[in-house]
């Protein structure tokens, strides 16, 4: 026995030792790749010596005589931080991502394929300006320059995912920046998903007059009545609509989830509404959360002068920030840009397609995707003249579309002539916000509100093409159309002086939260969906609450964590509950309702972190609104994942009989709105119980309301997500000028997932007093101090300077880089 003991003993410490020589041996290859901030390299590709100032945040701020040298420290500061977000971002842009990820991604490949990205941001390679065109190739050259040195230093591979995943580094070429803007206008583009849902929709209902209810249009002047979808799809299935499709948002889907496409704040003061006498300028754009964060805060000094700000990785320019003249920031501006049309196939041959002049041929090629772990596949890329077709699982498409027909698209960014990267370059050395507005006509996709401020002008001006729809437009883009009918083809562009603009406005404040902007008649609208009704009312009255702003104003406005829509709703729903409870003892469900209304009645819409009350109020509203769709929508009342206060306020207000949603259509007695608010605050209550106990008030909301950066792809590995992934307590919620959108999905319905990954606030009497964040730090390498240290000040509302001072940046410096010609 002692023997077996003694064995057992000595295989354990052996089995101790390997995993302390495994650890060890994984650590030191992983910190092989950190980058080494204090240098002297010699490099080929420059013309002069290129001076890398690391602040203490490990923000790069990079000086060189030539312009081109900038572009390629910058490209070389990218690849140091974040080459594996890098090269995964160009994979995903050419439909490559199942060479390292096997089946998982096979439908994201197929789909990127089909739309062509890669090669329409090739095509635009040569519209570029010569100067933007230098840029980029700079850019590429100092990638290029970062991995020669890996190689030929043996530096852990560039980082520590590609001992995991393939380590070819194939160089970076001026076409895969084109590419990145393309793979980001997908993310931030809404209107596809829209489309499918209200045809899908449209289809389930019985009632065609409660479509305006559950797809509500912002207020404002009323909008032509739209045809039901089944008049323009006459063959599309009622019982198939209903159905449940494949889900978005898995494994490196690149389709946003609806609710979850471009979103962000921006606002502007001039002199006339600033207490300082300089014009003030805040941004925080949003978008999905992730470690590392898409932003990369850079500051580069050009002839034109210092610049600064947010920058994606890939990308050789500010998107974000500010110079010594000029800030901009950029919302989604929610432009219509995408049209779906139904192309109908030719019975007798199916390689054709109907138009308005007979059956055309199909525009075909086909192309190979090579998959890890199985044989590779060949998918045939079909274009018709209004675009690609698309799979039938992207977004349920199958479920909407008839049999003998395809599903084509029409899209601004299907361009291959496009020249936003030469807009972005050109804006980023404006002088003035005049330049900056004309600088931006060059802009294509996708659509943004670019807010301007210099040292005596505030404008807003919507940016990218729009796209011109005949009068007669079937659904007016906002269901798909036949596509063989001329007037639902898009007829070109419209001129760029049609873009809303907004130039010092009698107020002296501009802003967006991707509200409504404008409401122009059909064909010279902007859209019909918008993405904010209810962040605009708060911002509108704490914009005008003060005569004079400062920089901390605008600062305590990108963090207020104010509900205007728990503020609306809660008295809507609870309006027969309040305070009408009977006697119910300790742990009945009557008592625990009580409760919690007592607790909601004292609350002020403030969605705090520490307070219990906005999870109960979400939940409520979560419950109330599936209580209210699902016997209408059956399946389908899954993709309303989120709630939609003008539905609620619609169906409580009892607009245009919108009411009849609280009836359950298949019970025998007739339910009212206060019988469906009752039940629905019963269902959440016991949700919260069974996940988060049964002490009201000792619920936190900012346990539910987790903010989720995980790593896109080491963030599902046992034991190794504990270091990559990023898990923060967060204020705020969906209808909060401090956003946090969250998930909508079950187990975690409320995680923060969709957030101001960057943001900044700016001050023209004092710029070097302006400041900025981003929501994890500067590093993608999980063993960096820099890969969350920024996130700890994001999490708590803080911000560092934001200074083009280059002894500044020097006094406090992590390491210094010098790259000298070879």
């Known amino acids: 026995m002692r023997l077996v003991f003694r064995w057992l003993v000595r295989l354990a410490s052996f089995a101790i030792l390997l995993a302390v020589v495994g650890a060890c041996l994984v650590y030191y290859l992983a910190s092989r790749s950190l980058p080494d901030y204090s240098k002297d390299l010699a490099v080929e590709g420059i013309s002069g010596a290129v001076e890398i100032v690391r602040d203490n945040s490990g923000v790069p701020h990079i000086f060189a005589d030539a312009d081109r040298d900038v572009f390629f420290g910058l490209g070389y500061t990218h690849a140091q931080d974040r080459l594996w977000q890098m090269m995964l971002m160009r994979r995903t842009a050419q439909g490559r991502l199942s060479e390292l990820f096997g089946r998982r991604t096979v439908e994201t490949d197929s789909l990127i394929r089909r739309l062509d990205l890669y090669t329409l941001a090739r095509a635009s390679v040569e519209d570029q300006d010569p100067e933007t065109l ?70 389930a209902l019985e009632d065609e007059d409660r479509l305006a209810d559950i797809l509500p249009d912002i207020p404002g002047r009323g909008v032509a009545a739209l045809p039901e979808y089944a008049s323009l799809a006459p063959g599309a299935s009622r019982s198939a609509a209903l159905q449940p499709g494949p889900e978005t948002g898995g494994f490196l889907d690149i389709l946003p989830r609806r609710g979850l496409a471009g979103a962000s704040n921006a ?4 002199a006339s509404r600033s207490a300082s006498g300089g014009t003030l300028l805040a941004g925080d754009p949003h978008l999905g959360l992730s470690a590392p964060s898409i932003w990369y805060l850079a500051r580069m000094q050009l002839s034109s002068g210092g610049v600064i700000g947010g920058t994606i990785p890939g990308i050789p320019a500010v998107m974000v920030g500010r110079s010594e003249r000029l ?26 397609y109907r138009t308005p002049t007979g059956w055309a041929d199909f525009r075909t090629r086909k192309s190979i995707i090579e998959i890890s772990d199985a044989e590779p596949i060949t998918i045939t890329q079909r274009w018709t003249e209004n675009g690609p077709v698309l799979p039938g699982s992207v977004y349920n498409l199958g479920s909407i579309t008839p049999s003998g027909h395809v599903m084509s698209l029409s899209w601004t960014a299907l361009s291959g002539n496009d020249t936003s990267m030469t807009a972005a370059m050109n804006l980023m050395r404006s002088g003035n916000v005049e330049e900056a507005i004309a600088a931006s006509e060059d802009y294509v996709a996708p659509s943004q509100n670019l807010t301007l401020a210099d040292a005596e002008t505030v404008a807003m001006k919507t940016i990218g093409t729009m796209p011109r729809r005949a009068p007669n437009h079937q659904s007016e883009g906002r269901l798909p159309s036949p596509g063989w009918i001329d007037a639902n083809r898009w007829q070109g562009r419209l001129p760029y002086d049609e873009n809303p603009e907004f130039v010092n406005p009698e107020g002296g404040i501009v802003g967006n939260t991707n509200n409504k902007v404008v409401d122009r008649p059909f064909p010279r609208h902007m859209s019909f969906e918008w993405g904010d009704s209810q962040r605009v009312m708060r ?24 509900s205007p829509a728990a503020r609306t709703l809660l008295p809507l729903i609870g309006a027969d509950l309040w305070f009408t409870g009977e006697a119910a003892s300790e742990g009945t469900p009557e008592r625990r309702r009580r409760q919690a209304l007592d607790l909601l009645a004292e609350w002020n819409g403030e969605m705090n972190k520490h307070m219990p009350e906005p999870l109960i109020y979400a939940a409520w509203l979560r419950a109330l609104q599936d209580r209210l769709i699902r016997d209408e929508l059956g399946p389908l009342a899954d993709e309303y994942d989120h709630v939609e206060p003008l539905f609620i306020e619609r169906v409580f207000r009892d607009v245009d009989g919108a009411g009849a949603w609280c009836d359950v259509r298949r019970s025998a007695a007739t339910e009212t709105c206060t019988d469906m608010a009752r039940l629905a605050l019963d269902d ?89 964040i981003t929501s994890t730090g500067q590093s993608g390498h999980f063993l960096s101090r820099h890969y969350d240290d920024l996130g700890q000040l994001w999490r708590r509302g803080e911000y560092i300077p934001m200074s083009l001072d280059p002894d500044l940046a020097r006094a406090a410096s992590v390491g210094v880089t010098t790259l000298r010609p070879r």
């Open 134 to 203: 230098e840029a980029l190739e700079a850019y590429a050259a100092g990638v290029n320059a970062r991995i020669d040195e890996i190689n030929s230093r043996s530096l852990g591979r560039g980082a520590p995912e590609f001992f995991v995943f393939d380590a070819r580094l194939p160089p970076w070429q001026p076409a895969d920046s084109l590419a990145v803007i393309k793979v980001m206008a997908l993310q931030l583009s809404g209107h596809l998903s829209e489309e499918v849902l209200r045809a899908r929709t449209s289809l």
């Open 267 to 270: 606002w502007a003061a001039n």
């Open 327 to 352: 800030g901009w920031a950029i919302t989604s501006s929610y432009l219509d840009d995408q049209d779906l049309h139904l192309e109908e196939l030719n019975p007798d041959d199916n390689q054709q």
């Open 539 to 562: 911002w509108r009255s704490m914009m005008q609450g003060r005569e004079v702003h400062t920089r901390d104003s605008f600062i305590e406005a990108q963090l207020d964590t104010v």
């Open 684 to 772: 959440a209550l016991v949700w919260i119980e069974e996940q988060h106990g049964n002490s009201l008030e000792s619920l936190r909301w900012g346990e539910a309301h987790q903010a989720v950066h995980d790593h896109q792809v080491l963030g599902e590995v046992p034991v190794l997500r504990y270091f990559v992934n990023i898990r923060q307590s967060t204020s705020g919620g969906d209808f909060t000028l401090q956003r946090g959108r969250t998930s909508g999905r079950d187990p975690h319905p409320f995680r923060n997932v969709h957030a101001a990954g960057y943001r900044g606030v700016y001050d023209f009497a004092d710029p070097d007093s302006s400041v900025f």
